[in-house]
């Protein structure tokens, strides 16, 4: 009999768990329920600091996220080295995120499974990889653009991690 493969783990990484890397979750999570993976894709987010642990994600994130039809239920943590044992893929959401979590590998093999977020986003080109810009010092218009980012690009992310991994496959 053969055993069913685990679920694929995916992690987000911003600096506060707040704003971005909650968004980033929630899209997927959205993507993940559409075509049908629920059980298949496992999904977290985390921030490199501190200051946000325990709180619910930004009013507007949640707002944003909610313009979409997507319910934000996250609460703030601190990534951990042993999110790089935990997790099949790691997005960070910035370049200084992208650093930090690098800073905590061990080896090659963790490295290669860190990834910059828009290294997935339809819309870059060529090959200097933007950050997702951080809306928390911003107004609303910034919440709507993270939204917006994180919408087309969980698309690609769903779509790139299927070709990788089969347990990622809807059955």
């Not at 959205?30 to 049908?36: E, F, L, M, T, V």
Request: proline fraction near 6%; aromatic fraction near 8%; charged fraction near 30%.
């Amino acid at each position: 009999m053969q055993t069913k493969p685990e679920a694929v783990s995916v992690l987000f990484v911003c600096h506060g768990n707040i704003c971005r890397s909650p968004a980033a979750e929630g899209a997927l999570r959205n993507q993940i329920k559409k075509q049908g993976l629920s059980g298949h894709i496992k999904v977290d987010s985390c921030g490199t600091s501190a200051y946000h642990i325990g709180e619910i994600p930004h009013p507007d994130t949640r707002k944003a996220a909610a313009e979409a039809g997507i319910k934000l239920e996250h609460r703030a943590r601190q990534f951990t080295p042993f999110d790089l044992e935990r997790f099949d893929f790691i997005l960070a959401m910035d370049r200084h995120n992208y650093e930090d979590v690098l800073a905590a590998t061990s080896s090659e093999e963790e490295r290669s499974r860190v990834f910059m977020y828009r290294k997935f986003d339809p819309e870059v080109e060529g090959t200097r990889i933007p950050d997702v810009p951080d809306p928390y010092y911003g107004g609303f218009a910034g919440f709507r653009e993270v939204q917006s980012i994180v919408e087309r690009t969980s698309e690609s992310i769903l779509e790139w991690i299927r070709s990788k991994e089969p347990a990622a496959q809807n059955k």
